[in-house]
């Protein structure tokens, strides 16, 4: 049976452009490897689409981009995808992954409790910094490369066939590798401060669930 991906890549304000953006190298090693990919691009990342893909077409691996809360993970214009006490076994028998704002708090570990093999997000705000110069061209801002890139890698390395858990640390020694980089004596005090932001996601980034779940 053929690996399925289910990804939202809402892009409708700043924040969810670049996460849409920078989706795109999880979405170039998912074709390198073969797998099926479902991508619910801007109006698609919706409820009524996000339920009709799982139910038919049952992706283990799901990652959402967009804003959250303790007890959701929304979409295109923030309607709401999944929230705890409502759908959220919808994530039943799935890897999910989700960046966004806070939703690991409440519904990640409601979301496994529901059947989710696994639920890796952040517990708090994911931060990251941007250049206000390159809002139209996401992928060429080196300062969220400092942020999105380690971020990616939790996807990298499920689809590479690593286990949840050592795809969440894999992502943390991106994150940790920054942070010194930042605070080398090379680094110029104006970068230096994106350190704190990025230590801030590493420690706030939390794998529930079964760990050793593979996609």
Not at 34 to 53: C, H, T
Not at 110 to 127: K, Q, R
Not at 151 to 179: C, D, H, M, P, Y
Request: hydrophobic share 35%; aromatic share 8%.
């Amino acid at each position: 049976m053929n690996k399925i991906l289910l990804i939202t890549a809402p892009d409708h304000d700043a924040t969810t452009r670049y996460l849409s953006a920078w989706s795109s190298k999880i979405l170039e090693l998912a074709g390198k490897k073969n797998i099926q990919v479902i991508n619910l691009k801007r109006k698609k990342a919706n409820i009524k689409e996000l339920k009709s893909r799982i139910l038919k077409m049952k992706p283990l691996f799901v990652i959402f981009n967009g804003h959250g809360s303790n007890n959701c993970v929304t979409g295109y214009e923030n309607e709401v995808l999944i929230q705890s006490g409502r759908n959220e076994k919808l994530l039943k028998e799935k890897i999910v992954y989700a960046i966004s704002c806070r939703s690991a708090a409440e519904l990640g570990p409601e979301s496994v409790n529901a059947g989710a093999l696994t639920y890796i997000g952040y517990a708090n705000d994911f931060i990251f910094c941007h250049d206000d110069h390159k809002i139209s061209r996401p992928l060429s801002d080196q300062i969220a490369k400092l942020f999105l890139d380690p971020s990616n890698q939790v996807a990298v390395s499920l689809i590479k066939g690593n286990t949840s858990e050592t795809s969440s640390r894999q992502s943390k020694k991106f994150f940790l590798r920054n942070i010194q980089k930042l605070l080398s004596s090379e680094a110029s005090q104006e970068s230096s401060q994106y350190a704190k932001f990025l230590w801030w996601d590493m420690k706030h980034q939390v794998c529930l669930g079964d760990g050793s779940s593979v996609f």
